[in-house]
């Protein structure tokens, strides 16, 4: 943490201007609906001050915090996802002309966002699905210029398992870094644009104290953590227990609701359908996020390949946390939790994958 | 020539009628292409006139509808049963689960013998063949359009089996049952409102009936850990789609 600078709260206002002047819609954690997800902000005292949020698998609630701090909180309800790769997005329309038909294609032109309090799962996430989408002209449009402020955590929740997944809670690659104190963030630079933005706001260095008291409370967040993923990949381990009972088992529990992989923030898949107009002179062809657990994704050529629920799951875990290795190189699991939060069953990933691979499900 | 339409009424409150009529500009659009020859809501009747499209709102509940439906069947094209009464029987279906007779109708009318009821309130499908069924109390306004103007585009429509929690995801709505406790049936719900209700702050009441792949048990027991009693489990499912809901379970056991 070399050339770390201090940034107090009361600065906090400054910073969100200067990343505005620059040109960006910022985005950041807000407090709507009984829960904090990532929205658009315009001052700092839209964070949620003085907030700690409970999450437990099949459960969310905010509480009062006795710290007055905007970050104290892990996980929003969402990740980025939706903010680069849209839940539903038109891709092209076709209108009909005199001698058939023309085509016209449906870019995003948004303005690029910064994003305020990126935790260090969600932009590990971000990296996953930037290999998955390298190539998609609708999420690069809204993601090649995006800036990150990272949030080193420093509160995980129950949920969280990011140590374990190798994603956090210190985040790794970001244009500027934050660490949460009382009065303010220890600021570090990670990329010469987060450089020069913060130039003008002539930041004082960091105190020795500062910079060990954040490294200190992100190693606790990392202590504190209790679930925790097998190592690596485990495409093989798994394959060799394609036939336990456990699928089964979860089964009885699933609800096939999809509800893991819409909150899962490096879940990709997606199907794609046609509206017609109402004068029946063109038609949309959107895309929107499909799921695994869902009706037709398993649908090929007239047959369902997995019309029963353990088998929907079984497809979903071993994919996430094995077949993505062969496919991209990297775990598809980031150890946000989100799926166990958001699941209303509470069905635990890491609860499942131990007891499939026959291991303790925590690091205790 | 244009195409037919017909827009018919069973035992039904209109909602879906009204549904079709609050479509603004794409109604309009709608009425260029086709010729409206039965619609009595909107104004033109000609009951036993041929169409091309017939739109049936309603359950069959009487001797008479389940003459009517035939008849309309027979001389109909493309038949598309609107909304929970004529896909699952609808609200008034709750009495296909109590006792058959006519002890509440007694009780209900002065003079019961004038009143000429079926036993049993049924979706159009268990009377005559439907080519596309559109859930929900009432049907989406959207998803009709979509649903129309595939149809007469030529396309196949198929309303998504998924459940709503997708959609809800979707729009970036709140869970309310994760987050609030709150009973919320979407989970086990057929997509196709755009979560309206959890959008609201409110739990999923299931107006769209089961999805392809819902679990009941495995809600129901995430309801009772919500301190939810037996009695008032069943009522949350004992609803607008009651008889769907029952079907799923008699046919999981």
Same mark, same amino acid.
């Given at each position: 943490?070399?050339? !770390?600078?201090?940034?107090?709260?009361?600065?906090?206002?400054?910073?969100?201007?200067?990343?505005?002047?620059?040109?960006?819609?910022?985005?950041?954690?807000?407090?709507?609906?009984?829960?904090?997800?990532?929205?658009?902000?315009?001052?700092?005292?839209?964070?949620?001050?003085?907030?700690?949020?409970?999450?437990?698998?099949?459960?969310?609630?905010?509480?009062?915090?006795?710290?007055?701090?905007?970050?104290?909180?892990?996980?929003?309800?969402?990740?980025?996802?939706?903010?680069?790769?849209?839940?539903?997005?038109? /891709?092209?329309? /076709?209108?009909?002309?005199?001698?058939?038909?023309?085509?016209?294609?449906?870019?995003?032109?948004?303005?690029?966002?910064?994003?305020?309090?990126?935790?260090?799962?969600?932009?590990?996430?971000?990296?996953?699905?930037?290999?998955? /989408?390298?190539?998609?002209?609708?999420?690069?449009?809204?993601?090649?210029?995006?800036?990150?402020?990272?949030?080193?955590?420093?509160?995980?929740?129950?949920?969280?398992?990011?140590?374990?997944?190798?994603?956090?809670?210190?985040?790794?690659?970001?244009?500027?870094?934050?660490?949460?104190?009382?009065?303010?963030?220890?600021?570090?630079?990670?990329?010469?644009?987060?450089?020069?933005?913060?130039?003008?706001?002539? /930041?004082?260095?960091?105190?020795?104290?500062?910079?060990?008291?954040?490294?200190?409370?992100? !190693?606790? !967040?990392?202590?504190?953590?209790?679930?925790?993923?097998?190592?690596?990949?485990?495409?093989?381990?798994?394959?060799?227990?394609?036939?336990?009972?456990?699928?089964?088992?979860?089964?009885?529990?699933?609800?096939?609701?999809?509800?893991?992989?819409?909150?899962?923030?490096?879940?990709?898949?997606?199907?794609?359908?046609?509206?017609?107009?109402?004068?029946?002179?063109?038609?949309?062809?959107?895309?929107?996020?499909?799921?695994?657990?869902?009706?037709?994704?398993?649908?090929?050529?007239?047959?369902?390949?997995?019309?029963?629920? !353990?088998?929907?799951?079984?497809?979903?875990?071993?994919?996430?946390?094995?077949?993505?290795?062969?496919?991209?190189?990297?775990?598809?699991?980031?150890?946000?939790?989100?799926?166990?939060?958001?699941?209303?069953?509470?069905?635990?990933?890491?609860?499942?994958?131990?007891?499939?691979?026959?291991?303790?499900?925590?690091?205790? | 020539?244009? %195409?037919?339409?017909?827009?018919?009424?069973?035992?039904?409150?209109?909602?879906?009628?009204?549904?079709?009529?609050?479509?603004?500009?794409?109604?309009?659009?709608?009425?260029?292409?086709?010729?409206?020859?039965?619609?009595?809501?909107?104004?033109?009747?000609?009951?036993?006139?041929?169409?091309?499209?017939?739109?049936?709102?309603?359950?069959?509940?009487?001797?008479?509808?389940?003459?009517?439906?035939?008849?309309?069947?027979?001389?109909?094209?493309?038949?598309?049963?609107?909304?929970?009464?004529?896909?699952?029987?609808?609200?008034?279906?709750?009495?296909?689960?109590?006792?058959?007779?006519?002890?509440?109708?007694?009780?209900?009318? %002065?003079?019961?013998?004038?009143?000429?009821?079926?036993?049993?309130?049924?979706?159009?499908?268990?009377?005559? %063949?439907?080519?596309?069924?559109?859930?929900?109390?009432?049907?989406?306004?959207?998803?009709?359009?979509?649903?129309?103007?595939?149809?007469?585009?030529?396309?196949?429509?198929?309303?998504?089996?998924?459940?709503?929690?997708?959609?809800?995801?979707?729009?970036?709505?709140?869970?309310?049952?994760?987050?609030?406790?709150?009973?919320?049936?979407?989970?086990?719900?057929?997509?196709?409102?755009?979560?309206?209700?959890?959008?609201?702050?409110?739990?999923?009441?299931?107006?769209?009936?089961?999805?392809?792949?819902?679990?009941?048990?495995?809600?129901?027991?995430?309801?009772?850990?919500?301190?939810?009693?037996?009695?008032?489990?069943?009522?949350?499912?004992?609803?607008?789609?009651?008889?769907?809901?029952?079907?799923?379970?008699?046919?999981?056991?």
């Amino acid at each position: 943490m070399t050339h !770390a600078l201090f940034l107090p709260h009361a600065r906090l206002d400054d910073l969100i201007r200067q990343v505005q002047s620059a040109g960006y819609r910022v985005i950041g954690p807000k407090l709507e609906a009984g829960v904090i997800h990532y929205a658009e902000l315009n001052v700092a005292a839209e964070l949620p001050w003085g907030w700690q949020a409970e999450q437990t698998p099949g459960r969310y609630r905010l509480h009062r915090s006795q710290q007055t701090l905007a970050f104290a909180w892990a996980a929003p309800a969402q990740g980025l996802k939706p903010w680069f790769f849209a839940p539903v997005e038109p /891709l092209w329309r /076709l209108r009909r002309t005199p001698d058939g038909f023309g085509l016209e294609p449906c870019l995003p032109d948004a303005k690029p966002i910064a994003v305020l309090g990126a935790r260090a799962c969600d932009l590990a996430a971000v990296a996953r699905q930037d290999r998955i /989408l390298e190539h998609d002209p609708h999420y690069q449009a809204r993601r090649q210029d995006a800036l990150f402020i990272a949030l080193h955590c420093t509160h995980p929740a129950a949920s969280c398992f990011c140590t374990s997944a190798g994603t956090g809670p210190r985040a790794s690659r970001f244009d500027l870094g934050l660490t949460e104190l009382d009065t303010g963030f220890v600021l570090e630079v990670g990329s010469p644009r987060g450089g020069k933005l913060i130039e003008p706001l002539a /930041l004082a260095g960091a105190t020795a104290d500062q910079i060990q008291a954040a490294q200190t409370a992100v !190693a606790a !967040a990392a202590a504190q953590q209790t679930r925790r993923l097998p190592a690596g990949d485990l495409a093989g381990r798994l394959a060799a227990c394609i036939d336990h009972p456990r699928w089964d088992a979860v089964a009885q529990r699933c609800l096939a609701c999809g509800n893991c992989t819409q909150a899962c923030p490096t879940c990709f898949c997606h199907a794609r359908r046609e509206t017609a107009s109402a004068d029946g002179q063109s038609a949309e062809h959107s895309r929107h996020w499909d799921s695994c657990f869902g009706e037709l994704h398993g649908h090929l050529a007239g047959f369902q390949v997995r019309p029963q629920t !353990a088998q929907r799951y079984r497809q979903w875990l071993t994919h996430k946390l094995g077949n993505w290795w062969a496919q991209f190189g990297a775990s598809g699991c980031v150890g946000c939790g989100r799926c166990l939060t958001w699941c209303p069953a509470g069905i635990d990933l890491t609860e499942e994958v131990a007891a499939v691979l026959g291991e303790a499900p925590c690091g205790r | 020539m244009k %195409p037919r339409l017909g827009v018919y009424k069973f035992t039904s409150c209109d909602g879906c009628q009204l549904a079709l009529l609050n479509q603004g500009a794409d109604l309009l659009a709608l009425l260029d292409r086709v010729e409206l020859v039965h619609f009595p809501e909107a104004g033109p009747s000609a009951p036993e006139a041929a169409v091309d499209l017939a739109l049936i709102e309603g359950s069959i509940s009487t001797p008479e509808e389940a003459e009517r439906i035939r008849g309309i069947r027979a001389r109909a094209g493309h038949l598309v049963a609107l909304g929970a009464c004529a896909t699952a029987g609808g609200i008034q279906a709750l009495r296909n689960a109590t006792e058959a007779g006519s002890a509440w109708r007694a009780a209900l009318y %002065p003079q019961p013998e004038f009143i000429a009821t079926a036993e049993r309130s049924l979706p159009v499908s268990a009377l005559v %063949p439907v080519d596309l069924e559109l859930f929900g109390c009432p049907v989406d306004g959207r998803q009709l359009m979509a649903a129309l103007n595939t149809v007469l585009a030529g396309g196949r429509y198929r309303p998504s089996g998924d459940s709503v929690c997708g959609e809800c995801k979707q729009a970036g709505h709140a869970c309310v049952l994760v987050s609030r406790g709150e009973p919320c049936l979407g989970p086990v719900t057929r997509a196709g409102c755009g979560a309206l209700c959890p959008g609201q702050g409110r739990g999923c009441y299931g107006c769209f009936g089961p999805s392809a792949q819902a679990n009941l048990a495995s809600l129901k027991a995430v309801f009772a850990g919500l301190g939810l009693s037996d009695a008032e489990i069943g009522r949350r499912f004992a609803f607008i789609t009651a008889e769907a809901f029952r079907a799923l379970e008699q046919k999981h056991g």
